[in-house]
């Protein structure tokens, strides 16, 4: 792919985590496959505390360059990278600096990509000095998540961002829908005639989205107690996910086209009822514990945690989706850090046979099933029952298996480069929009004030586990279990 889109990206946040471990090795990456950025495209690093550019090339090649490919750093590649990186010294607290910034960037091609890779309560000071100074115009503006702590928080965000900035020029990332396998699940359900005949309540009994990490809040304790599972991974990359797997054929893949199809389902989600969340939510903390043989510390003694913290690490949830295709079926999602695995997956459990002439073992469950694993390896794999070879009609749950680095070696793409380049390239289907965002705090909000009200310490579980039994019995009513340990 040959790119003559001129930009200037202009990163908030230059020295932060997110930049280090994710914005710079994505754009190095860009930079290093070739024709994908623009020759003339500049990144404009923006921070407080380096004195100048040869200080902030230091710290680059200090800490971007090991996070940058697996597969080692191309040299040569890597030096004329460091050849596209300005600096601007910006103490944001104050707004007249913004005129060093204008000056920086007047006079130069194409689009101007203002990244805000910082705290949100930045956003809006930093658009406002930003429009001060006139740079709101040909600009993209790219806010990253939480954007917000609660629906009216978001809102105000969202208002003061919308006075500067009108909507298609706002890129609100949430990296999950930049990843490959979740591009792949689009092309699964519209791409072929085979699963959209089943793909609704007749044939479906219930479907489970989990996100497990095994990794604790490593250095974010002090963020991360202040956040939750529930509004750091439900509120946006799970519901997204949802959206994905319940939304309608979109007509065409067109960025409107696909966040309407979104929105549908998000404003179809049946609103949790506050006298039920005790029956369908679980919230739960991790407790000391030990993943791969290491023992690991408790939630409330990590760094920044407060040690009487009641913050929840894990989240199951129960969703319904009030509309022809889906009622009845329950969603259930799942996330947790410090879990037994770390796996990404959805898993779409279909009916039983309603009559089967073949024995009881035909209607077991375990077969009729599509897993969708996103991470670590994609795979999608349907699982069918078979006869088990010799005397008799004895069934066993065998699987068909696309592992899709045997059918495509080269190509893949991180989430973060593939999103930083729709991004300089004007392509906003991958973004959430304003009215998406909403309509998923709208429905979170009940079980957050509930939470809140109700002030009772999360379940506990231990690290290196799959989460308080109280997710496991709330499948259970439903005669279903997590699907676990699957690879
Ligand atoms: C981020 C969350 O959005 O997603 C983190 O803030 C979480 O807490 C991360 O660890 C998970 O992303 P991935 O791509 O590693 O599954």
């Not at 219930?206 to 990490?213: D, N, R």
């Not at 998000?266 to 023992?295: C, E, N, W």
């Not at 909000?445 to 379940?459: G, M, V």
């Amino acid at each position: 792919m040959q790119t003559d889109s001129s930009f200037t990206f202009v990163l908030f946040g230059g020295t932060g985590d997110l930049s280090m471990r994710k914005i710079l090795p994505a754009l190095y990456e860009a930079h290093r496959a070739g024709g994908m950025l623009a020759d003339n495209g500049k990144i404009v690093a923006v921070a407080r505390h380096v004195a100048d550019r040869a200080a902030y090339i230091d710290w680059v090649n200090e800490h971007v360059k090991p996070h940058v490919s697996k597969n080692g750093v191309d040299e040569t590649a890597w030096a004329s990278f460091l050849d596209r990186i300005e600096f601007v010294k910006i103490d944001l607290g104050n707004p007249e600096d913004f005129t060093l910034l204008r000056d920086a960037l007047s006079g130069r091609p194409g689009i101007r990509v203002f990244y805000l890779a910082t705290g949100p309560s930045l956003f809006v000071p930093i658009c406002r000095a930003l429009a001060s100074v006139g740079l709101n115009e040909n600009s993209r503006i790219v806010l990253e998540k939480p954007l917000g702590y609660d629906l009216k928080s978001s809102n105000a965000i969202n208002d003061a961002v919308g006075e500067i900035f009108a909507e298609e020029q706002i890129y609100r990332i949430d990296h999950y829908l930049g990843k490959e396998p979740v591009q792949n699940l689009l092309a699964l359900r519209f791409g072929n005639v085979l699963f959209e005949p089943l793909w609704r309540r007749e044939w479906v009994e219930s479907i489970q989205i989990t996100i497990a990490e095994e990794l604790g809040v490593e250095a974010r304790g002090d963020f991360y107690d202040n956040t939750g599972a529930l509004r750091d991974m439900v509120q946006n990359h799970l519901l997204q996910l949802l959206s994905i797997v319940a939304m309608e054929p979109p007509h065409s893949m067109d960025s409107d086209s696909v966040r309407d199809e979104k929105l549908r389902v998000l404003r179809a989600l049946k609103p949790i009822d506050p006298r039920d969340i005790g029956k369908v939510a679980v919230r739960g903390q991790y407790h000391a514990g030990v993943i791969r043989g290491s023992a690991v510390p408790a939630y409330a003694t990590e760094p920044g945690v407060k040690p009487d913290s009641t913050t929840e690490t894990f989240v199951a949830v129960k969703v319904e989706i009030e509309n022809w295709r889906w009622a009845g079926v329950p969603f259930f999602l799942r996330t947790g850090k410090r879990l037994a695995d770390r796996v990404a997956e959805i898993v779409v459990n279909f009916r039983a046979v309603p009559h089967s002439a073949l024995g009881a073992s035909a209607l077991r469950g375990g077969a009729n099933r599509l897993v969708i694993r996103l991470q670590p390896n994609e795979t999608i794999r349907l699982y069918c029952l078979a006869k088990q070879p010799g005397e008799g009609m004895n069934l066993a749950s065998v699987h068909l298996d696309l592992a899709f680095d045997r059918f495509f070696r080269e190509g893949q793409m991180e989430a973060y480069q593939r999103l930083l380049l729709d991004v300089i390239n004007g392509r906003l289907a991958l973004f959430v929009r304003r009215d998406e965002q909403e309509a998923a705090w709208r429905w979170v909000e009940p079980i957050l004030n509930e939470w809140a009200a109700a002030n009772k310490p999360p379940k506990p579980y231990a690290a290196g586990t799959w989460g308080p039994a109280a997710a496991s019995a709330m499948l259970a009513q439903h005669g279903t279990c997590w699907l676990e340990e699957e690879n």
